[in-house]
């Protein structure tokens, strides 16, 4: 593990600041028992690159033996995304993560490649970078690696929630 990776895995989650009632997503809800956990940290804020990591599950074996299910890394890298959305939200408006009203953001895009099959039996990293701000919108270029490969590439457009108590 690098050491920029090292110093992100000691930092609190940006999931981890979410009110309880954002909480049970099943991608990253702390509170979902039988989620993913998906769990998101600022790799380099100034840069607005963030990391997580995910190992999969036998279960999560796609239509071809061996490799991962392509809906499971769509969510993965959806919940990754909207988490750093949200710490990058947060950011932008100069408040410190989880400061209410909460700030949440909501998939309007979403766009992956594919580039080649993903394996089973390793950690997953993903990667997501802020390439746009403004008040409500979030523009991040996401991609996923195992193994140090790249395996798919993605897009993804994140938009602010009016209203997100969370209580």
Known sequence: MKMKDQEAAIQTAFQDYYPEGFAHCFGCGRLNE???HVRS????EAAGEAVAWFTPSSEHTGGYPGFVYGGLIAALLDCHGNG???AA???YRGRPLGSLPALRFVTAH????????TPMGCPLELRARVAEISERKVRLELSLRAEGVETVRAEM???????ASGK
Do not use: I
Request: aromatic letters at 14%; proline letters at 4%.
């Open 110 to 117: 979403l766009s992956l490649d594919y580039l080649r099959p």
């Open 157 to 163: 457009v994140c938009v602010l929630l009016r209203e």
């Open 84 to 86: 750093t959305a949200a």
């Open 41 to 44: 940290y600022w790799l380099d």
């Open 34 to 36: 039988r989620g993913l």
């Open 89 to 91: 939200g947060y950011a």
